[in-house]
């Protein structure tokens, strides 16, 4: 499997998970980063990153910003320049949560990039849900 259709499968169960447990199963809220998406589909820029998955005012939630990322691509500037961006997002927006989708055996390593981004932005304060047992 290439490194481009393990980020693929993984926005695809991250989608899944934000549908059937925050949306009720109710995709009509969500937008995804794929090139086969109409643009109307698609994630807006986020203070020059976009996103692989948006849902902007949904019931429970005003902003979820889902983002997926493979073994090799946690740990860099990018990455940690495109969290900092989508956390500073939701700590804007009231209701907010941030998703990130990573192979079971670098969740750890999720955790810490997290924490440091939070701690390096000042918005620790937010809701993060790092979803678990991802194929890698």
């Known amino acids: 499997m290439s490194e481009s259709s393990k980020h693929i499968e993984l926005v695809e169960k991250c989608a899944d998970w934000i549908c059937k447990s925050l949306l009720d199963g109710d995709s009509g809220y969500m937008y995804i980063e794929n090139p086969d998406f109409p643009k109307?589909?698609?994630p807006q820029m986020v203070y020059g990153f976009v996103p692989d998955i948006m849902v902007v005012n949904a019931?429970?939630?005003e902003c979820i910003i889902g983002e997926a990322k493979t073994a090799?691509?946690?740990?860099n500037q990018h990455t940690i320049d495109q969290?900092?961006?989508f956390l500073r997002k939701c700590s804007e927006v009231n209701n907010s949560l941030f998703v990130f989708a990573v192979p079971w055996?670098?969740?750890?390593?999720?955790r810490s990039i997290i924490k440091y981004c939070c701690r390096e932005n000042?918005?620790?304060?937010?809701?993060?849900?790092?979803l678990k047992k991802l194929p890698g």
Request: glycine share 4%.
């Open 83 to 85: 969290l900092s961006a």
């Open 59 to 61: 019931p429970k939630y």
């Open 105 to 110: 055996h670098r969740t750890g390593l999720a």
């Open 72 to 75: 090799n691509d946690i740990e």
């Open 40 to 42: 109307e589909k698609r």
């Open 122 to 130: 000042n918005t620790s304060d937010l809701r993060i849900e790092i």
